[in-house]
């Protein structure tokens, strides 16, 4: 599958996620503390938006009163940064924080996991710095597909 077609995927489940959101599970506490469900949310959007206006040359504009600076601080990008990795990433490890925050369905497409897990391995190093991934995680034995990625960029499902 191409880069396009993981993206479109990611973004789908995602936005199912969003859709599914009670209104009262939008303070939820999430995975990425101290970050509650609408966090995670606004999260997705300024990378999606920050990402977007580094190709454009623009600066980005904050979503839903959160600026992208108060989300953490986000480096550059490299020249050389893999972005449709990137984009995938934000799109599929958030979409089980959302989920596992608000209770909702944390399956995630299993063809996108494994596209992007192996996209993001080579950028390990990269990831791990404290504005990205949290400590890997080691997975149980026998673990499936989505649990070694979600413990790959630091979650423990």
Same mark, same amino acid.
């Not at 789908?12 to 970050?35: E, N, T």
């Not at 799109?91 to 996108?112: C, F, K, M, Q």
């Not at 979600?150 to 499902?157: M, T």
């Given at each position: 599958?191409?880069?396009?077609?993981?993206?479109?995927?990611?973004?789908?489940?995602?936005?199912?996620?969003?859709?599914?959101?009670?209104?009262?599970r939008?303070?939820?506490?999430?995975?990425?503390?101290?970050?509650?469900?609408?966090?995670?949310?606004?999260?997705?959007i300024?990378?999606?938006? *920050?990402?977007?206006?580094?190709?454009?040359?623009? $600066? %980005?504009?904050? &979503?839903?009163? #959160?600026?992208? =600076?108060?989300?953490?601080?986000?480096?550059?990008?490299?020249?050389?940064?893999?972005?449709?990795?990137?984009?995938?990433?934000?799109?599929?490890?958030?979409?089980w924080?959302?989920? *596992?925050?608000?209770?909702?369905?944390?399956?995630? $497409? %299993?063809?996108? &996991?494994?596209? #992007?897990?192996? =996209?993001?391995?080579?950028?390990?190093?990269?990831?791990?710095?404290?504005?990205?991934?949290?400590?890997?995680?080691?997975?149980?034995?026998?673990?499936?597909?989505?649990?070694?990625?979600?413990?790959?960029?630091?979650?423990?499902?």
């Amino acid at each position: 599958m191409d880069h396009a077609e993981a993206f479109k995927r990611a973004s789908d489940g995602f936005a199912a996620r969003i859709r599914a959101v009670r209104p009262d599970r939008w303070h939820s506490p999430s995975p990425c503390a101290p970050w509650t469900a609408r966090d995670v949310v606004a999260h997705v959007i300024n990378e999606q938006r *920050r990402m977007l206006s580094t190709v454009r040359g623009v $600066d %980005p504009e904050p &979503v839903h009163g #959160v600026g992208i =600076a108060e989300m953490g601080t986000i480096p550059e990008l490299a020249a050389d940064a893999d972005l449709a990795a990137a984009w995938d990433q934000v799109g599929s490890g958030h979409t089980w924080d959302l989920a *596992r925050a608000t209770g909702g369905d944390e399956r995630l $497409d %299993p063809d996108v &996991v494994r596209q #992007v897990h192996e =996209a993001l391995k080579p950028l390990e190093e990269f990831f791990r710095q404290p504005w990205a991934f949290g400590p890997k995680v080691d997975a149980p034995p026998g673990a499936d597909a989505q649990t070694e990625f979600l413990c790959f960029v630091g979650r423990k499902p």
